[in-house]
């Protein structure tokens, strides 16, 4: 075979890989992949809240929120004002805000002022007979739309939580945002609309078409739409995880995943895929923390490698993998962000934006501290990646640009005393002595006061059934209706 009959066929079958890499990614993400846009990585309220402002400041026509928490606070209050002064100059508003999420500014009454001046909004799944057990789906989302062509997705809400307590020693959370420009944001906008329809609500101005939204730039992304009906993201979260061939990193503020999940994560790293899990030292949902560190083991046996932020808070939501592809938006590692909630997230193609995205993950691995087996299984794993840096090294010229991506992710892995180290066994022992005392509780207070469980479990099956015996008559309702017609 000569050589241009073998180079003719090796594009070939690079292009036949590709297009079945896309077709794995559209099938099981449920979108299509946008090219032309422009993402700007924000991170924390320092990037983010400002941003936000600036652009809602800008707006022109309409302006679209899709919240998880609107917090009644002093930044929600100044949002609001921000708010309303577009609705008097003219400028079309429509919200939609988590009923538990933002329960403490519902009762509040906080929104009211947006209704009475003219905004389209709505309460997500607020509860009622006809919701029944559905009450525990919610929608997690954090998005805002601005006149159609900026859009920002992310983890961060409308709350001052986020900026910590500085007067009293309480730093700012860590978590990471994206402001987007081109063909995506029309995807963003079509979810929104989805969820406000959902609800009753109706878009005020009608949406453009994706092909009146031009390029801002050239990055590949698609949406991640996901829905209780869907589970988009963590079908997608799967299958790239399946094609990692070198690097898997992942943040997440809230870490239970499935026994599905944690095994892939274990296949992956006994191939040989450096994969790193950081999450918070201290949360403000202790008892997730807690669950969390009994599934460190498994992890770390199967050379998972396993980091705790040293901050107040971690609460971004992230996946890198092998410097091109990466995920950043919403969605927790838990049952409820996959199977229950709306979430929204960007998938991310684009080699420039990951390779950001690599360097804020280095630097936060620079402010927490590594989970360990023991002293000599880090001593060997420290050795085994040492040797793999050393083949890295031998590889020939023409492949400089892989090396230099791959010293990057290298360099951190052989100086582990940047960070400190923390053996597992404290913090999974004190883990399940919490856990077990807090099973033995629950059982003394069942042994004297059983209304704890038979109550709760009544009110539990009274909105349920209650909920499906409404919804039930409505629709036979509806149907001899249609028949008399």
């Given at each position: ?9 090796s ?10 890499i896309?077709?794995?990614?559209q ?25 936000w402002?600036?652009?809602l400041?800008s707006?022109?026509e309409?302006i679209?929120?899709?919240?998880y928490?609107?917090?009644p606070d ?9 708010l309303?002064?577009?609705l008097?100059?003219g400028v079309?508003?429509?919200?939609v805000?988590?009923?538990?999420g933002?329960l ?5 009454g906080f929104?009211k002022?947006?209704?009475?001046a ?6 997500y799944?607020p ?10 789906s ?5 998005s805002?739309v601005i006149d ?10 409308i ?7 500085p007067?009293k ?9 994206l402001k987007?420009e ?10 929104f609309e989805d969820?406000l ?7 005020p101005?009608?949406?453009p078409?994706e ?5 801002a ?9 996901t829905?209780?009906?869907?589970i988009?993201?963590?079908?997608l979260?799967?299958?790239?995880i ?6 898997l ?9 499935t026994r599905?999940?944690?095994?892939a ?7 040989g ?6 999450v ?5 949902i ?9 599934q460190?083991?498994?992890?770390l ?7 705790e ?9 992230s996946?890198i993998?092998d410097?091109?592809w990466?995920?950043?938006g919403?969605t927790?590692?838990n049952?409820?962000?996959w199977y229950g909630?709306?979430?929204?997230d960007v998938?991310?193609?684009d ?5 950001r ?11 927490a501290t590594?989970?360990?087996?023991n002293e000599k ?6 050795e085994h990646?040492q040797?793999m840096?050393g083949?890295?090294?031998?590889l020939h010229?023409?492949?400089a640009k ?13 100086d ?5 180290t923390?053996?597992?066994d404290?913090?999974?022992a004190w ?7 807090a ?9 004297f ?9 009544m ?6 059934g ?5 919804h ?9 209706r249609?028949?008399h017609?």
């Open positions: 075979m000569n050589t241009s009959t073998s180079t003719s066929t594009t070939s079958t690079t292009r036949t890989r590709n297009a079945l896309e077709q794995m990614m099938r099981a993400s449920g979108a299509p992949a946008r090219s032309g846009n422009r993402i700007d990585l924000l991170l924390d309220c320092t990037d983010n809240f400002p941003a402002e600036a652009a400041l707006a022109r309409l679209c929120i899709e919240m928490i609107f917090a002093a930044f929600g209050t100044r949002l609001r004002q921000i309303l002064d577009k008097a100059e079309k508003v429509a919200l805000y988590d009923w538990i933002s403490n500014a519902h009762l509040r929104f002022p947006l209704t009475e003219g905004a389209e909004v709505r309460s799944n509860l009622g007979w006809v919701s029944g057990i559905g009450i525990l919610r929608n997690h989302r954090k805002f159609g062509h900026t859009a920002f997705v992310s983890g961060l809400c709350s001052a939580a986020w900026k910590g307590k007067e020693g309480i730093e700012a959370w860590r978590d990471t945002g987007l081109g063909p995506i944001v029309h995807d963003i906008l079509a979810a969820t329809v959902s609800q009753g609500g109706q878009m101005l009608s949406m078409s092909n009146h939204i031009p390029p730039g050239n990055a590949r992304a698609r949406l991640l739409a829905t209780p009906a869907n988009n993201t963590m079908r979260d799967l299958n790239v399946g094609l990692a061939t070198q690097n990193w992942i943040t997440d503020a809230y870490f239970m995943p599905m999940y944690v095994q994560l274990i296949n992956a790293a006994k191939a895929v450096d994969v790193r899990i950081l918070p030292r201290t949360s403000d202790k008892w997730i923390g807690t669950v969390s560190r009994t460190y083991r498994q992890l046996e199967a050379g998972v490698r396993v980091f932020w040293n901050g107040t808070m971690i609460h971004a939501k996946a993998i410097g091109q990466a995920r950043v919403s927790n590692l049952l409820s962000s909630n709306r979430e929204l998938s991310i193609e080699a420039d934006t990951v390779h995205l690599e360097h804020v993950f280095l630097d936060d691995l620079n402010h590594e989970v360990i087996l299984a880090h001593a060997e794993l420290k990646r040797r840096f083949g890295i090294k031998r010229k023409g492949q892989s090396v230099m991506r791959q010293a990057l992710q290298l360099s951190h892995a052989l582990t005393t940047m960070s400190g923390r053996l597992v404290e913090s999974e883990s399940y002595l919490t856990i077990g005392i099973i033995l509780l629950l059982a003394v207070l069942i042994w006061v059983p209304q704890v469980i038979t109550w709760p479990l009110l539990v099956l009274l909105i349920g209650g909920g499906t015996f409404v039930a008559v409505k629709q036979l309702a509806e149907f001899k249609g028949r017609k």
